[in-house]
């Protein structure tokens, strides 16, 4: 199975600070790669697909990067509406996997 | 509008069965693959199962492998996940979510979840 590998598992952050959230895969995963945010009690929202792709209607200041087995999610400026869990899935091979998850608060 | 709206959940005893569904709507539903996300109480997001559009094939994490089977009725547009010898790990948040074309194993919508609780 891959293994995917979120740090930090939680940070805390001013208005309008840039976040950054890394994901590593045990192995190459390509771009094959997606990230989530899920607010309390809610659902998961798909925000980026194949690693760098913004899903429609999702903010600019989102964005994602990386290939093989190195990636990274950035809010280029926090809102406070940002708060939740932010989770990388990869869906290279089966099982598909999701990250442990970062819980991004505000200071 | 998509939605999906899951139901079934309850609380079983270990050992037992239970048959989750989920409803969808506002979306060609025979066109789209389908999975089963779980979320254990607390914990973060775990695949469970997923099914393409024709049931060509089905796809299982190791842990629900041999005691979960997932399958869909197009004509209904529902998906189903029938769960066998229930033990207490698999208490969770049961979603029902929806593939991407080109793209099945992406998810872009989520319903709000079914609780299931295995617990004597």
């Known amino acids: 199975d891959i293994q995917m590998t979120q740090s930090p598992s939680s940070l805390s952050a001013s ?17 094959y790669l997606n990230w989530y945010q899920q607010k309390p009690g809610k659902a998961p929202k798909l925000l980026i697909y194949d690693a760098s792709n913004l899903e429609i209607g999702v903010p600019s200041r989102f ?4 290939s093989g087995t190195d990636f990274s999610f950035t809010i280029s400026s926090l809102q406070p509406e940002d708060i939740a869990i932010y989770y990388c899935q990869q869906y290279d091979n089966f099982p598909l996997t999701f990250g442990g998850g970062t819980k991004v608060e505000i200071k | 509008e998509v939605q999906l709206v899951e139901s079934g ?7 037992r069965s239970l048959r989750l569904s989920c409803a969808a709507s506002g979306f060609t539903f025979h066109d789209y693959a389908m999975h089963w996300v779980r979320q254990a109480p607390g914990k973060g997001l775990e695949w469970v199962a997923g099914v393409p559009w024709n ?18 009725d197009n004509g209904k547009n529902s998906l ?13 948040l049961y979603y029902c979510a929806k593939g991407i074309v080109a793209r099945e194993d992406t998810f872009d ?10 617990s004597s």
């Open chain 1, 15 to 31: 208005v309008g600070d840039r976040v950054t959230i890394t994901c590593q895969a045990s192995q190459d995963i390509s771009n």
């Open chain 1, 63 to 66: 964005s994602g990067s990386g």
């Open chain 2, 9 to 15: 959940g309850g609380l079983v005893q270990p050992g």
């Open chain 2, 55 to 72: 049931s060509a094939y089905r796809v299982y994490a190791d842990s629900v492998k041999g005691r979960f089977t997932i399958s869909r």
């Open chain 2, 80 to 92: 189903y996940l029938e769960m066998n010898s229930l033990r207490p790990e698999d208490t969770a």
């Open chain 2, 109 to 118: 919508y989520w319903g709000q979840g079914t609780l299931v609780t295995v």
